[in-house]
């Protein structure tokens, strides 16, 4: 795949420039321009096989248009190149990388704040955390015993009054431990507890800052949300 997929192209210009061309000039031209985009440097090597086969021509056709299609490219020793591609690459590198820069730097202020608003309910996190540890979920033997049990999520009552002390201002966690099961379910996400445990302490803490509204049936998009941020706050690593 190459480095830029998308290449922007300017059709008032380009048939300006290029009203005197015949249909397979108009082909070779195209291919060539796609070609030279895709390479690190936006260049071709100037190289009469090569270039006959990514315009897609034989050599014997090539011959009998290369003259027209370069007059559209810089040619030296080397390479060939075309100069309002070349600016056009420039052009979209220095937006993409203020976009890189932007990004960085949303995500950077992103997780400031959520550090900040986390360690208001440290204490409860670290109590289930360490619950964590020492969790092992043995479905065979507490069958027909869970006070919550969805197609996932399954907690007998120690470990649900744990959560519900833990994250006590979380107003329904029924419904916040429903949203999970749903996600986790599509999910098809085996070892749920850690990973619950780390979004509902988030929760928790969103919550107590006054960030959060009750749970509520999660969009696509909330699922995708969600997703990445037990990816971001799973101190777990996934391990149960």
């Given at each position: 795949m190459a480095d830029y997929p998308y290449m922007p192209f300017w059709t008032d210009a380009y048939l300006g420039?290029?009203?005197?061309?015949?249909?397979?000039?108009?082909?070779?031209?195209?291919?060539?321009?796609?070609?030279?985009w895709r390479t690190k440097d936006c260049t071709l090597p100037n190289d009469d096989n090569l270039l006959a086969r990514y315009a897609g021509l034989g050599d014997k056709q090539w011959q009998r248009i290369k003259p027209i299609i370069l007059k559209f490219f810089e040619v030296d020793e080397n390479t060939i190149s075309q100069r309002r591609l070349t600016k056009e690459r420039?052009?979209?590198?220095?937006?993409?990388?203020?976009?890189?820069?932007?990004?960085?730097?949303?995500?950077?202020?992103?997780?400031?704040?959520?550090?900040?608003?986390?360690?208001?309910?440290?204490?409860?996190?670290?109590?289930?955390?360490?619950?964590?540890?020492?969790h092992?979920?043995?479905?065979?033997?507490?069958?027909?015993?869970w006070i919550f049990?969805?197609?996932?999520?399954?907690?007998?009552?120690?470990?649900?009054?744990?959560?519900?002390?833990?994250?006590?201002?979380?107003?329904?966690?029924?419904?916040?431990l429903t949203s999970l099961d749903d996600y986790y379910t599509s999910e098809k996400v085996d070892k749920w507890f850690p990973r619950a445990s780390a979004a509902l302490a988030k929760k928790n803490a969103q919550y107590l800052a006054g960030k959060k509204t009750p749970a509520h049936k999660m969009t696509d998009a909330e699922y995708n949300r969600l997703h990445s941020d037990l990816v971001t706050a799973n101190p777990m690593g996934g391990a149960q």
């Open positions: 420039d290029t009203s005197h061309l015949k249909t397979i000039e108009h082909g070779a031209y195209m291919l060539l321009l796609i070609a030279c420039v052009a979209v590198e220095q937006r993409s990388n203020q976009a890189r820069k932007a990004a960085n730097a949303k995500w950077l202020k992103t997780k400031e704040t959520g550090d900040a608003s986390a360690s208001s309910g440290q204490c409860s996190g670290d109590a289930i955390h360490n619950h964590i540890h020492n092992t979920h043995k479905e065979n033997n507490n069958k027909g015993k049990e969805g197609k996932t999520i399954r907690l007998n009552q120690r470990d649900y009054d744990d959560w519900k002390k833990a994250y006590s201002a979380i107003p329904d966690l029924r419904a916040e």
